[in-house]
Every structure is written in C-alpha cells, then in structure tokens.
C-alpha cells in the first residue's frame, strides 16, 4: 500500500485530541518513507518534511515532544506512565525517524526524536535523581534497539534494557506514580497490572496476558534484548511465552487476543469465532516477535508463524482498495461486520501501512556467509554478502502455488549458504539448482534447506514446494472449534463467506473424507484461490418444527471457501471459517 | 414446597423499598394461603393475618394501597404506569386475596383489595374523566379475570378487559404521561415499546416480543379474555403469538427469552445455550399462559407444554432443598452457575413457590358433564361432575415410569366423559378399563382420549404411556444446537452434568447409532430417572498442540444424564443439555 495523504480525523468537526496520536502520525510517516523508499514521490516526500518541520518547531527546549501533553495538559507530563501512551509515543517516533533517514538520508526528524531521546535518558535510569519508570504500553524498548541498530550506539540499547528489565519490579513504579498524583494505585484497568505485563518481572513471565498488543510489542523487545545481549535467560523466557500463545492461545489465522474486554487474553483455549476480537495490530505485533525470534534463533517454525500471521490475521485487516480496514477479525460472522474508513482509535490503519511498505525486510536475511529466504513472494533484492553483492530475483505464484524459481546473481562468483525454508506445513519439497535435483532431507536445518555452494552469476534456483489443501482440527479444548474443521492450503487459511455459498455458511456440513479441491480464480478478488467441495447443508423440516425426533435432512451442496483475508471485500454478510464436519 | 415464614431482606442492614415489592408480598401471601388449603398451620395463619393487618392499616380512604408510594413517593402514584410496576402490585394482590379467601374462607384481605380495585376502576377507564392506561408489567389483567371468577363480578372481567384492549393504541398512553411528567417520551427501555409488549394493539401482535415475564402475563389474560368473550379475534392473536413462541423462540426446556439485556425476546432462532436467560419466572408465565389456552381450546397441545415448562424450564429454578433458586436458567454451564438464597430482585422465589402450592389445580378440569386428567402425578382429589361428588386418585411413578393406575369414585353411579391425556411425545398408549382393553385411537380427541361411560363406585383406569428414550434436534437455524441432540424421555429434558462424568463435557460426542438406557435411581438426587449410553470423548492430542491436521482421537466413555431441572444440587460445575452427535 503506498501511503496517502494524512488524513484529519473528522474533517471539519471539531476534534478532541487523544494522548496517543502522536503514535498514529508517526506510523503515517514511517509507512510514508517505505514507500518513499520504494518509489520517487516528491508530493509525499514534500508532505513528510513538512510533518517533520511542526514536530522540530514544537520540540522543547529540554528535548521534550509530545503533542498531546504540550498542548493539553503540560503540567501532566511523566505522571502517568502507565495509562498515557506518553513512551510508547516517542517509541514510534523512534522508528519513524530511522524510517525516514533510512529512505531519504535526511536526518531532520532523527536529529529531533535523538534530542528527544537525550531528554528521556536523562529522565529515566536507576541513578537516584531518576525515575525507574516504564510504559504502560511497551513499543518504546523495540523503538530503541532499532535506534541502536541504525546509529550503533549503545546507549540506545542500555535505555531499552532499562525499561525491559524494570518492568514488573517492586516496588511497582505504577503504584508509586499513582500514589505521587493523588491516585488510588489499585485503580487500575481490569484490577491486573497483566494488562500491560508489569505483573511481575518479564523473566518470570509464563503466560501471554493482558492488552494483546502490549504483549507482542514488549516480547519483541525481550527477542531484540536477549538477542543482542546473549540474554539465556530472556530468551528462555520468551520461548516459554511463545510456547504459550502458540499452543493455548492463538487463533488458526494467527489472530490473538479474543476479548474486547482488555483487546486481549482471557483463558486457555478461550478462542471464540464470532466474537473474537483478534486486533488487526496484535496480528502484526506478532509478526514482529516472530521476526525477531527468528533472527535471532534462526529457526523456521518463527517464520512459519510469521508467514501465516501475515497472510491471514493481520491482511485481513486491510480491505483490496487499501482504504477499508478491519479493527477486529472475527473468525465467524453472522453478517454486518464490515471494514471502517476511519476509527476514534486509528492505530490499525498506518500499522498495517507500515507492515506491508516494508514487507521487503521480512522476506530475506544475510548473515556474514549465508543468505537467507523466509518468505516467497515475487519479487527481487539486492543484498550484500561478505562484502559481494548479491542480486536475487524470485519468480513465483505463491502463495497460490508451491513452484518458485529464484534466480541468484553475485557480482562474482562467491561461495555462501543460502537457506531456503521448508514451511512446517509442507510434507514434501523438490529442490533444483540449475536443473540439478538435491536431496532436501539432507540439507535440513531448524527447518531451512542449507545449500553451501559457490554460487555463480544467473545460478537458478527451483523449489517445488508440494500444498495440497489441509484439514485443520483444533485441541478439543477449544470449545468452539469441536466437531469443525477449517480448511488451509500452503499458509492460506480458508473460510466460506455467503455470497460464494447457496446454503446459509451455518447449515454447511463437510463430510470428512470428501476431497476438497483447489483452483486459482484469476477473475475473483483480483485473482485468488479457491477452494471446493461437496458438502451437506441441514434443511429446516417441512413442517418448520422447532424440535423434532428427526435429525435435519442434508441435502448435497457445493461448498466454496476464500482465502480468510480477503473477506468481506464484496459484501458483509455471513461468513465461517470453521466449517462443521461430518 | 411449604411456605416458610417471611424473610426480611438483607436482614438487620438498611434496605432500599423498590416499587415491586408489594407484589413479592403479594405472592408469598397466596403461596402461604395454599400451603395452608393443602395442610393446617395455625402459626402460618395467624402470620398471614398479621401482614393483612399492615395492609389493612396501610389502606387509604379513597381505597388506595401501594408501599412504596405512600411511603416513598406519594406525589406520583399513577404518574408512570409504564415503568413503575403500580398496578402489577395492586395484580398480585388480587391474586393473593382470591387465594386467601379460598383457603381460609376469611374475607380480610379480599375486602381491602376489592376497595382498592374500586379505587382503581373510578380512575382507569374510558370517560372523559378516566385515565386511559394500562400497566407496564401485565398481571392485573389476569388477576382481574381471576377476580371475576371468584365473585362473579361482572365489572371486573370489564376492567380486565379494558386494560388488554387499551394496551398499544393510540395515542399511546406512556407518551402521554410522559410528557404529563416533564420526561422525554422517546427515553424508554431499550428505545421501543416491544419491551413491555405496547408497540400495537395485542390483537394486531403477531410476534413474541420483549420482556418475556410480562409477555407471558399478557397472553395469559388475553386467553382468559378470549375465553370468556368468546372473542375469536383475541383468541386468533393469542394462537399466533403461540405459534410464533413455539416455533422459532423456545428452548426445548420450555424456558424462554434468551437475552438477559431486556429479559427477554431477541430474534428468531436465537437461542444459545451457555449464556440463555430463560428467566424462572418466564417459564412459569409460560405455564400460565398454557394452563389458560388449554381450558379455552382444550387440546392437548397446551397441556404437553405447560408439562414440559413445569418439569424443566420452571423447575429448575428450585433446589431440591426448596431454599436455593435460580433466576436464570441456561441451558449450559462451564461451572460456576449456583442457585442463590436471595436476589436483589427477589420475583422468582414466591413465584416458583405459588406454582408449586398450587399444583393441583393444573392437573384436572372438569366441566358440566366431564373430567378431563391433565397432569400424571400421585395423589387424589375430590370433585364436583354435574352436582355429584367424585373421588380420584392416582398412583403412579410418572414421570419416571409411563404406567398410571386411576381410580374413579363417584358418590353414585355417574355417566360423564373422562378426558386422559394422551402426551404429544407418546407414540404408543394402552388403555384399560377395569381390566378390559380399549381402543385408544378410537377414543382420540384433540390429544386426549375421551372415556364416556357410567362410572360406579371403585372403577380402575389403567394406563400405560410407551416412554422410550428420544433424540430431539433442534431446526437447522438454532446455530448453538446445530450437530447436537438433546435426550429427552418423556416431559423430562436431561442434561450433562460434570459430576457423573469422566471425561469433560464438552469432549464428549454420542454417536447416533449407540442406544441410550433409562433406569431410576433411588439413592440420587432424592430418587430421579438417569440416562446411559455409550459414548466418545475427544482426546487432546500427545503432543498437546493447538491445531493439527488430524483430528483429535476418540475414547470410549459412559455419558450419565440426569433431568435438566435437578442440576446444579450437588455442584455446579460444567452442565450441557445439548450434547455434540457424530
């Protein structure tokens, strides 16, 4: 998605200025210099500068920025670190900032948000004259680690650490900032500091809890931290909490956070489909730990996870205009449940615009003598190995298709591994280089293929990845799920939405041995798969019985599922993507 | 269940009156005038007595009596029929004086309640000088028929009708006072008369609708009404709505409004389970409204479900311990739903508790030259067919067991039509007389076979109702019972519960083919018929993983179903009524 114009929020009507928007510009211009990056927009480029220009006028003298508390409430500042987004701010201007010098070279905005930066240090720290706070809302810890990366200086990091490792700690900084404003310190969201994880310390977190963002922005900071840090035992916590999530709380379209209640986790298995709130934002925060995870511990299952998170969870998000945009993904509907134009809380639109203007950073790695493919999409990179660059180009119909072909061109002939992955879900993959068959078993690697070789200019790479479609069952404890099956072919998971389906989606049994076959619509939905099927719908008996001795008739029906992200693109009535088995 | 002495609510803490407080009074008064009618009490007695006394005292000049407002609000009685419940009271209080007056033959309280519907009948009515409105909580209607019945009177079966007539038209009464009041018209419950079932005149409703108690109180009337004007118009309405409720809004429990929001009616199929309002006192309203369309129509119909809501949706509002209640009744639990000893709204207690004390009254009628036998339960009553007394008693292990022994004792030998019962859900019934065979078919009418013939001193009736074990499934619409079935022998509805079960509840799958075993068991729950059938229960698989592409393993298990209304009198863990079928 290229980025528009920046929106005013109820245009021409009065506003009230929330404490969290300055997280929402700073998406903007941060999904903005992606596509700067990617295509020459002098319009846009002109448009950010002048963003950058109000922010660099309205930056304190002491460094300070936050619209909304210069402007409203100045004598506030730093007295709610818990409930005020006040960090979290400044963590994605942080990430905007590195965005827009990475596009532009300019360093207007990073020289402001450094400042900025300077001030925050000062102010926070374990020194006595500090506060030993930390934010309600976790984004800035990721913030700085990427700040640390961009400028390699370390105190970026330290920062982050800081208020990672002083998360949860006693005595509770919420408590004694409460105390400090006059406030009842156990009025507090839902009665649980596991709304923004500051229960206890995040090394003796065990269970994903609470505001399911706020979760997926802190454990990608613990994933950077433990990563830059050789942390053992950050790292051990974050695996035990991914274990968590992805055995007791996810959604098989890699949505999380069921209730609207905290927008987050409730109990385990707790995953229901009409009402479940999944946000568009925790699907892409968990696209962000994964990724991390995954650079870190070089292991394919994050990339798995990643991958269907992308494709399912959070795309779903965004409408095929890239002007519609779904809050909550639901995974059943019984209609009405339609993608918004704009939100009071507009923090799923520039989110998911960032995701997918820098959808490039996730597709590839190189390390000092390997490369590496984590997701396929058609599409080429220009990297640098050893020193060498390295073209690739990817050719390819996937995710429709197991068959990509990726053509690699080193400037020189240059001897490297490039690790392609073998994704968890498929059973059976062929590997060629220039023709030649490789046994794949034996290359696999925390499932990656590892082709070490000294790779020549236009080497050609083809992978057949086999993706028949899936019957998916969920743990019987998912209440929900039981007795249905949800239908998933490569990383697409499936669902059925009405306007494809005679039957109403309720009355749609599958039996479970009938084949269910897959074909590419080029004319539906700008060209995707779909999936088909004989199916049984339940018929009301003749009589219109409410109760009756004999069970509903099932007469044959042709079932058609999408993929579960492109709903509701056409109309907004039902849709499943459980489908009841028989 | 006897009537225990009065409570006084949150006893020794200071109480707030609320405005339908006087009908709870009301209702333990005609539940304590019952018990009395069944066994002597002289202290229970001389305790009615002295709540009469206070009524009595309490009385003003004009005939007036309402406690709470004069005492609480005495400039507005009558200044919001709508919502403040003014005649429901002066409703339950008729019933509770016709009641007490035929117990104990004292006229104590009829005389006040009488005075009082003078005072009510000089202000509601059609003159110029009258107020044209009608209560927002039906019951006075009824309880004026009532009322009728026991005087003779002709004026209030006028009065009666008056209110039922009224109710709906336009100009609409609660708009008037509202505006009478300085309050917004427009600002009612949940933004539409439905609710209080006033949208349209009662004989144009063609739909269930709203706050499902006063529904169910309203139809009450208008079948008393339609009977006794023989108005075929109110009668086609109340057959309608009939229709309606029981084709599209009823749980197969008999319980009924499934939206704690408005207590009541939402949309038609919508009927989950876990979260079902299903007030006690609906179904009991249910009863009423059953008990009334079947002395008008005398068809059977009526009769199986004013048996099915007694057995189950209104019975299991009661602990066995006659202590504990529910107020609602789902029909699925995780755990976790108990009876209370009181609640704020303290309706379903004396409400459940008048059902139970009056109980005889459902299981026969009589007319000019017949008996019809409604209700299968042990005991005897004595009866009056064309002047000449008639003794009957039955013995019988209904509704455990579907034989019924009756035995006829006329004073004198006695020609008349005895009408038996032949319930909906019997397909096969045999009849003897003193030993000789009938032909029950030949003797069907409106589901009740009509035994005309001279009965003398000790005649026998034997009958012997075939009650195998059913399956019932709900219409395909009822999205929460779709793939599930319902056990059901005879009126009784079963259900799940966690304590005679291994596996969890929700595991557990009963195949169609495996046959389901009915015994009684003495030793639980006081004596109660148990189902048992083979069945199978989803197994986690080993690795414990979320989603996977087998489906999850099935082990044997014993499924044990107890009846619906018995649940929750040992714990109150996990309860299904609808268990998932494969």
Redesign the interface.
Known sequence: MRAGPLRVPFNGRPTTPVMYWDSDIAKWIEMASYTLAAHADPALDAQIDEVIARITKAQQPDGYFNTYFLRREPAKRWTNLRDWHELYCAGHLIEAAVAHAQATGKTTLLDVIRRYIDCIARNFGSEANQRRGYCGHPEIELALVRLYRFTNERRYLDLAKFFVDQRGTQPRYFDQEAIARGADPAALFFGTYEYNQSHMPVREQRTVVGHAVRAMYLYSAMADLAGEFDDAGLMAACKTLWGDL???R?Y?TGGLGPSVRNEGFTTD?DLPNETGYAETCAAIGLIFWAHRLLLVERDARYADMMELALYNGALSGLALDGEHFFYENPLASRGGHRRWTWHRCPCCPPNIGRLIASLGQYVYSTAEDEAAVHLYIEGSARMSIGGVGVSVQQKTQYPWDGAIEIRVDPEQPLEFALRLRIPGWCRSARLQINGNELDVSALMNRGYAHVRRRWQKADVVELNLSMPV??????????AD??R??LKRGPIVYCLEAVDNDA?L??I?LP?SNPVDARFERELLGGVGVLTAQALA????ED?????????DMRPTTLQAIPYSFWSNRDSEEMSVWI???
Not at 544 to 552: H, V
């Open positions: 992805t055995t007791k996810l098989v298995y899936e019957r998916i069952y969920a743990h019987p404890e998912v209440a039981l007795g099956v949800a109403p309720r009355h049994a479970r339940a018929q009301p008996s219109g019985a409410l109760y009756s001795t004999d069970p509903p009841r088995e028989i």
